[in-house]
């Protein structure tokens, strides 16, 4: 009797302790933003599995503060509209108070609405312009001074960036932007020890997707039927490739994007 609880025991510590050293993110400070839905609240509930701390944003802070007020690895919750310079700024101040460096930075707003060429206003392009690529640039470029010499910069483009696809003409560009930047990130930050990466996501089930196919099902089966694996993307598919992105397990990958699109650009 007291062999086989000897043995459960020790079996029961060795695994937690093995879990422990599995962390890739353990105690490393993170920024994700648009963090309250989606994409973004997928990356950063896997991030705090894997034993990060974060300083999380988004616009929409009721939610926000919902999904991350009392977790303690929840350093800030910020309100920010990540159009605005001033409200980046926030960020960066957050992540001066905790004198810590930075393990990896992602901005992950983004979103564009759908229109036909001649109804695009000067308005709805500077708009989508502000919220894929001004955002992305100026959360990294506010935060660049608290990045450590061995972190990462995961960029959120889309497969929007590399096909043309009609009505979304400027998110198409804008895309293309995001993952453009990546690269010239690469070439200026490698000395820093910055790495600089994109994901292109396909079609992924959050509420921009649903806003996207209207909530419209024969819509959304023509995808699936488009999707040579057979489903819709999960948030969580996609948070597993900015794990990898984030931390030191793709340590020789820098300027790349991964497309994690179900295979739907390759059918
Ligand atoms: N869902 C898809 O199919 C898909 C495909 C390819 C790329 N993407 C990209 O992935 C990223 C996340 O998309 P998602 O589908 O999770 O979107 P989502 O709309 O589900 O979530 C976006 C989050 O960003 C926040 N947000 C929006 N505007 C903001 C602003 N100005 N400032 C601060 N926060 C703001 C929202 O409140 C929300 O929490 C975007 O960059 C999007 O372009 C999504």
């Known amino acids: 009797m007291f062999a086989l609880v000897y043995t459960i025991l020790r079996r029961s510590v060795g695994k937690v302790w093995v879990e422990f050293l599995s962390k890739l993110l353990d105690q490393q400070l993170c920024v994700v933003t648009g963090a309250a839905n989606g994409i973004g609240r997928a990356i950063a509930e896997r991030f705090i599995s894997e034993g990060a701390d974060l300083i999380v944003a988004d616009f929409d802070i009721e939610t926000a503060k919902k999904v991350y007020e009392g977790n303690s ?10 159009t605005d310079v001033k409200d980046l700024e926030k960020i960066a101040e957050s992540v001066e108070k905790t004198g810590r460096k930075l393990k990896a930075i992602l901005p992950v707003v983004g979103n564009g609405p759908q229109n036909p060429i001649p109804q695009i206003t000067p308005e709805e392009f500077h708009l989508v312009m502000d919220l894929n690529v001004f955002s992305a640039f100026f959360t990294v470029q506010k935060l660049l001074p ?5 972190s990462s910069i995961v960029l959120i483009s889309s497969i929007a960036g590399f096909q043309g696809g009609k009505n979304a003409i400027i998110y198409n560009a804008a895309k293309a932007a995001v993952r453009s930047m990546a ?3 690469t070439g200026e930050l490698a000395k820093k020890g910055i790495r600089a990466n994109a994901i292109s996501p396909g079609p992924t089930e959050t509420q921009a997707f649903t806003e996207f196919v209207h909530g ?8 699936i039927s488009q999707l040579p694996i057979g489903h819709i993307g999960k948030p969580s598919e996609i948070a597993a490739v900015a794990l990898f992105l984030a931390s030191d397990e793709s340590s020789y990958v820098t300027g ?6 179900g295979g739907f650009t390759n059918k």
């Open 73 to 82: 690895q929840v350093v800030d919750i910020l309100k920010v509209d990540a």
């Open 146 to 150: 608290f990045m450590s010499n061995k």
């Open 183 to 185: 690269r010239s990130f």
């Open 216 to 223: 419209d099902d024969k819509m959304r089966n023509n995808i």
């Open 256 to 261: 790349a994007e991964i497309i994690a699109d």
